[in-house]
């Protein structure tokens, strides 16, 4: 008896497996991760696709900037740890065989957590190697499907049923001659044998159904913990806003302290905010951490009115997490911005966005973005690239590194249930970056190096994202000319 109950048992841990569906990232309903970087001498583009489940299946895309790459070898590691130095055996990606230059591949991510997958490059020119951090987590869990749930539980009753008329038979007939008849006696004693085993077989079921729940509540334990944390706010005399995280499991605290959050390109919090509804105003602050794992910041001068609100943090693991909510606001006199803080504002004169291609920026330039006239496609892996050009049209020759890179993105959905801070690296954190690169060697990253910060900056930036799915997006991308910081904004219809 036991031994069948337990196989529907495993169909149906499988089965709730199966049917939940994991991941997420720095970023707000954005999970997979996009990843441009140097694997020694050849330039890879790495889509990680997260599984729909942990333990669950990742897809892998590299696709080679140049056609010397001949293998592709995958392998997930931890992203610190012991884990990172002592990898399993890798995985060969199949490359296309209408592109050679573009190699596919599958992993399994069997943890939660700080994960990081490792790509190395073979070519003529020898080997290379690079990491993608990815965050390995679960999102929400789905319920059972219908006909799978039907099945299963006539499979029980069928078993249970079963179980209780074959006790019966055995004590009946188990040892009747040829032509014999049961007595009165042992269709007495088979009834009694009968009801005892309905009552341990409704035991074992109601044990089964305990264990059960309780397997289910450990992993719906992990998908609230891996919910975006509530961003919890206060204004205090006048301009200063007070934001605490509030995860959506009451143990969230315990896995992630603000009060150890690293930095994160210069600040250990990135905080934007976005007029509701249109975003025809944005901020883009750094608050500063006070105590217990609280952050503040005064606010500059804001009209009154709704805000969304995303703050990025890496916890120490290096797994990122977007603090989410919305704040009213009145009228704020505040102070002027300054440091790394910036502001877009739609209608301020000369900073409309001109078009769904070129938004003008306040010294009289504008900013392109360079795309192909091919709709956009969600889910397709693509190069967002955006060139500055000064007043007379030229290329600008002024860009500077903001916060050590040559520019910062945030894609936003207009739901706002859409948020991701990318960079010329993509969706990585570079704290996670830094973190999955220590201790490892011959390997670069899409950001700013330091020889590069000091030479004359591009007057092109690149941004590799993936929209997640189809609808109306807003493209906020971040740089520095001349010490001001200038946002160009645009607008994206998603199919
Ligand atoms: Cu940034």
Redesign the pocket.
């Known amino acids: 008896m036991r031994t069948p109950l337990r196989r529907v048992r495993m169909i149906g841990i499988l089965a709730l497996v199966l049917t939940c569906t994991l991941s997420l990232g720095a970023h707000v309903g954005s999970p997979d991760v996009f990843y441009e970087g140097d694997a020694g001498p050849y330039r890879l583009f790495v889509t990680v696709r997260m599984p729909q489940v942990i333990p669950g299946v990742a897809e892998i895309q590299v696709r080679c900037a140049s056609n010397d790459v001949s293998a592709i070898e995958l392998v997930p590691m931890t992203l610190s740890g012991p884990g990172s130095k002592f990898p399993p055996t890798p995985d060969l990606a199949q490359p296309s065989k209408e592109d050679p230059q573009f190699f596919t591949g599958s992993l399994w991510l069997m943890e939660f957590g700080a994960l990081k997958v490792r790509v190395t490059a073979n070519g003529t020119k020898g080997k290379g190697e690079l990491s993608v951090p990815v965050p390995s987590f679960a999102q929400r869990s789905l319920k059972m499907e219908k006909p799978l749930g039907g099945l299963l539980a006539f499979l029980m009753l069928f078993l249970a049923t079963g179980a209780v008329f074959i006790a019966g038979a055995a004590v009946r007939e188990g040892n009747l001659k040829p032509g014999e008849t049961a007595n009165p006696a042992r269709v007495r004693r088979a009834h009694i044998v009968m009801a005892l085993t309905a009552v341990a077989v409704a035991g074992i079921l109601y044990l089964g159904r305990e264990w059960w729940s309780a397997d289910a509540s450990t992993y719906q334990r992990y998908v609230n913990l891996a919910k975006p944390p509530a961003a919890v706010t206060k204004l205090e005399n006048g301009n200063r806003l007070i934001l605490r995280a509030k995860g959506q499991d009451a143990r969230w605290t315990e896995y992630v302290k603000m009060e150890e959050v690293i930095q994160d ?1 210069n600040h250990l919090m ?1 905080l934007f905010l976005f007029s509701v509804p249109g975003m025809e105003r944005m901020w883009h602050l750094h608050p500063e951490r006070i105590e217990g794992g609280a952050f503040a910041v005064e606010l500059p001068a804001m009209p009154a009115g709704k805000y969304q609100i995303f703050a990025d943090v890496v916890d120490k693991n290096g797994l990122p997490w977007t603090l989410v909510g919305t704040e009213e606001l009145p009228r704020i006199n505040g102070k002027a911005l300054g440091g790394d803080d910036s502001a877009w504002s739609e209608n301020a004169a000369g900073r409309r966005a001109a078009s769904d291609t070129a938004s003008l920026l306040p010294d009289g330039g504008r900013m392109v973005w360079l795309r192909t006239k091919e709709p956009l496609m969600a889910n397709r892996p693509m190069s967002f690239t955006f060139s500055v050009e000064k007043k007379d049209g030229k290329p600008a020759i002024d860009l500077q590194p903001y ?1 050590g ?1 040559a520019g ?1 993105a945030e894609f936003v959905s207009k739901d706002l249930s859409i948020f991701a ?1 990318v ?1 010329p690296a993509g969706s990585v954190p570079m704290a996670a970056l830094e973190l999955g690169r220590a201790g490892t060697s011959n390997e670069s990253h899409g950001g700013m190096s330091m020889a590069l910060a000091n030479a004359a900056m591009p007057a092109k930036v690149s941004f590799p994202y993936g929209f997640p799915r189809s609808g109306e997006y807003r493209i906020f991308v971040q740089i520095k000319r001349a010490g001001e910081i200038e946002t160009g904004v645009f607008d994206a219809r998603v199919q």
């Open positions: 390109h990135h916060m890179m910062h801070h960079h």
